[in-house]
């Protein structure tokens, strides 16, 4: 039973931001340190922040020698049965992280000359060269530290989507960066079956993590090693009968061992080899999960593109519905706009409540037209206004739009209704706004969703848009 179902949501994953776990069991996704580095959001920013911090701050105590204060605070990690991510089989029980586990997380840190050394840097570099690290361990270890911020998200997706929140939920411990100390407490939070809940976004959720060990050692340490035994012309040379020389990789692996201890030694003599492997990663994408992905891993369903569309184009029109018009607009965006827009809020308040803004979405595009509009125009968010008029749209919706936008929240909207009586009179105005330099509108009504979600249709990745990319242009030409 899924989150959406035990709390009658009336909604599928594709319509929700969080991914739709199974209360009971665990769904095989991992938390990626690295895609929390790709949102271009404070939230994103400060989970980021929480996990640096605390790792350096155990790679310092073990530096100075304070092994008791380290494993106190890695004894503070849990398995988080409270995501239901990972790879437990059956009802989620927890199998990463323990009283043990953490004990032994410590001893592999202490004794390791990787972090003596200062060879780690990040988190993810433990998977390379510390004993009984794996990519659940770093999952769940990243989770525990970002705790805080998952509550604070949980709470937000809680109000969003109606799910009922309980009091005095115990909430685990919750790292505290100024103190430099797990602290614990009780907060508001979703209660299933017995069990407090913390929703994770489907956006910082893959199926692998971007660091393998195995990966690391055959294809850049032990290259980086044969070069080295290349260019000494050393014992392990062979000559072949065609005048080539190589060497094998099961010399390179009688020389120089296998295994994180051999990693480390041959890393340490040479962390060029790791310089290069960190920069291979750094120019690789690391998209986040596709519907179709998300799917797979669920053993659900695909976004139900033609229900989704109907939800909305199904309406009538009038204020009566307008609430109903608003819920089905963003159900059907966060679907068609995933994984570019992200972390939706609804009726969003700004000048101290005076304004709101009907939607407000993150801008996360990693490629294709919003990619582009971020790099050029303030768009680091994405506003939406819903008119479920059965008039014309005119000026002063425009200007309402307009109105919501600043240098630092963002200048560009998308105003959707249901038609317009003159729909070029309607762009020239938009041109004019863009012109007096008031922000960035383009207007979409039900022929224009229909053909966005007949593109989504063939196009899975979705990132050109050439229909809004036209728009944009005509905005500013």
């Keep these: 039973m899924r989150v ?3 709390f009658k949501l009336g909604r599928k994953q594709a319509e929700l931001d969080f991914v739709d776990v199974d209360i009971r069991g665990d769904t095989p996704v991992f938390l990626s340190p690295r895609a929390l580095t790709l949102l271009p959001t404070k939230w994103g920013d400060e989970c980021v922040h929480l996990i640096q ?9 073990i530096r100075d020698g304070k092994n008791a204060e380290a494993e106190n605070l890695l004894r503070a990690l849990r398995d988080p049965n409270e995501t239901h991510l990972g790879l437990s089989k059956g009802r989620s029980r927890g199998h990463a992280l323990g009283t043990d586990s953490a004990h032994d997380v410590w001893r592999a840190l202490s004794r390791s000359e990787a972090a003596k050394s200062g060879l780690l840097r990040d988190l993810e570099d433990t998977i390379l060269m510390i004993e009984g690290i794996s990519v659940d361990i770093v999952s769940d270890i990243a989770t525990n530290i970002i705790r805080g911020p998952l509550i604070q998200y949980t709470q937000e997706m809680a109000e969003l989507y109606g799910i009922p929140l309980s009091e005095g939920v115990a909430t685990g411990p919750i790292w505290d960066p100024k103190a430099s100390s797990w602290k614990t407490g009780f907060n508001r939070l979703p209660v299933a079956r017995g069990g407090r809940l913390l929703l994770v976004p489907k956006a910082i959720v893959r199926r692998h993590l971007e660091y393998d060990a195995d990966e690391y ?3 850049f340490l032990l290259e980086h090693l044969r070069e080295i035994e290349l260019n000494a012309n050393s014992a392990l040379v062979e000559l072949l009968k065609n005048g080539k020389r190589r060497v094998t990789k099961q010399a390179l692996k009688q020389k120089y061992g296998f295994g994180k201890k051999a990693i480390v030694r041959a890393t340490l003599k040479y962390p060029e080899a790791l310089a290069r492997y960190r920069k291979a990663k750094e120019g690789e994408p690391h998209p986040p999960l596709t519907h179709e992905q998300i799917a797979e891993a669920e053993a659900d369903v695909t976004p139900e593109w033609d229900k989704l569309l109907s939800a909305v184009i199904s309406l009538p029109t009038g204020r009566d519905v307008a609430s109903d018009y608003e819920r089905a607009i963003e ?5 068609l706009f995933y994984p570019i827009f992200a972390h939706p809020r609804v009726q969003h308040e700004i000048h101290d409540g005076r304004k709101r803004i009907d939607i407000t979405y993150a801008n996360m595009s990693g490629a ?3 990619k582009w509009l971020a790099a050029h125009y303030p768009a680091a968010h994405v506003f939406v206004e819903c008119k479920n008029y059965g008039r014309e749209i005119g000026n002063p919706e425009l200007d309402q739009l307009a109105g919501r936008f600043s240098p630092s929240r963002g200048q560009f909207g998308l ?3 249901r038609s317009f009586e003159d729909k070029q009179l309607f762009f020239t105005r938009c041109r004019d706004t863009a012109r007096d330099q008031r922000g960035f509108i383009i207007p979409l009504d039900d022929e224009d969703l229909k053909l966005l979600v007949a593109s989504r249709k063939t196009d899975p990745l979705f990132f050109d848009l050439p229909l809004l990319r036209g728009r944009f242009t005509n905005l500013i030409t």
């Design 4 to 6: 959406s179902e035990y």
């Design 53 to 61: 911090d605390f790792f350096q701050k155990i790679l310092q105590l």
């Design 217 to 219: 050692y055959r294809h």
């Design 331 to 335: 159900g059907l965006l966060t679907a």
């Design 368 to 370: 294709g037209f919003f």
């Design 415 to 417: 105003l959707v209704c």
